[in-house]
């Protein structure tokens, strides 16, 4: 079981930065791959960042590419999305994640999920 829980979102003006933390607990946060995913309303979940146990790989959304950067503390359990140059776009409800895989893209290959933190990005 793992058991995580999201932090740092808010609302910020574009052009702005945010960096979201995601607190982890529980054995299986060692050995699992880790992902950020987000909503907005009336829109379905999609894959933002992701990173592998222990770390050595991530991957990205192609809109987020150069903006947003996945990273985690194994020492603390917790893993980062340190997200600059911020679009109205980008506003939505982050959700962190964990899978067992080493490394997944899809909503339905994560076990585990947080609440969500938003992120509200002004014009």
């Known amino acids: 079981q793992v058991q995580l829980v999201e932090s740092g979102g808010g609302l910020v003006q574009a052009g702005g930065s945010l960096r979201l933390s995601c607190a982890a607990s529980?054995?299986?946060?060692?050995?699992?791959?880790m992902g950020w995913f987000r909503q907005a309303p009336g829109k379905e979940r999609e894959f933002v960042a992701a990173?592998?146990?222990?770390?050595?790989?991530?991957t990205y959304a192609d809109f987020v590419k150069g903006r947003f950067t996945i990273s985690r503390d194994n020492a603390k359990n917790t893993v980062y999305l340190q997200m600059n140059s911020l679009k109205p776009e980008d506003t939505a409800l982050y959700y962190c994640?964990?899978?067992?895989?080493?490394?997944?893209?899809?909503?339905?290959?994560?076990?585990?999920w947080g609440q969500g933190t938003q992120v509200t990005v002004s014009s």
């Open positions: 529980g054995r299986t946060f060692s050995r699992s791959g």
């Open positions: 994640a964990a899978t067992l895989k080493a490394i997944a893209i899809v909503v339905n290959e994560y076990h585990y």
């Open positions: 990173i592998s146990w222990p770390g050595y790989s991530t």
